[in-house]
Structures are given as C-alpha cells and as structure tokens.
C-alpha cells in the first residue's frame, strides 16, 4: 500500500474516533440531563424499573465504548504504525 493512501485512512480513522467521542459525551449528557423524563416513561412503557434502565443505559455505553475503541482508534493506531515504517 501506499504511504499516502496509508496516511488518509489513519487520518480518516482518527477522525472518525474523534467524532465518535464526541457523540457518546452528547449521549451521556443527553441521558443525565433526561434520565428524569424518559425513566418513567419507560417504565410505563415497557414495565421496566429504573435499575432495568440502569442496566440497558450501561450495557449501551460499554458497546459504544467497544465500538469506537476497536473499530476506530486500533486500526488508526495500526496504519500510523505501519507509515512510520515506510
């Protein structure tokens, strides 16, 4: 591959990290500020408890963190190795 084709896609995968932090920080905010309104509605909703909401806001937040880590950062991290190399 080429150094400069390896350069745009680290460039790409970081950018996409970044983007991707900004977003799960918009989505943590968004579900402090609303916890609130959307608990009780869900419980109405889909008769789930506020520690079941818990638990799903959790298991969430840990995918996200999944997702953005291993899809984004460690092939940017991996291609910003490998142009080091050339």
Do not use: Q
Not at 5 to 27: C, D, E, P, T
Not at 30 to 47: E, G, I, M
Not at 63 to 71: M, P, Q
């Amino acid at each position: 591959m080429e150094r400069d084709k390896i350069i745009f896609l680290r460039n790409f995968f970081l950018r996409a990290f970044v983007v991707g932090v900004l977003f799960a920080l918009f989505y943590w905010i968004a579900t402090l500020v609303l916890w609130h309104a959307y608990a009780p509605w869900l419980s109405d909703r889909f008769k789930l408890n506020e520690k079941e909401v818990g638990t799903l806001a959790l298991n969430f937040f840990a995918n996200l963190r999944v997702v953005i880590v291993f899809f984004f950062l460690v092939p940017a991290l991996a291609l910003h190795r490998s142009a080091k190399k050339m």
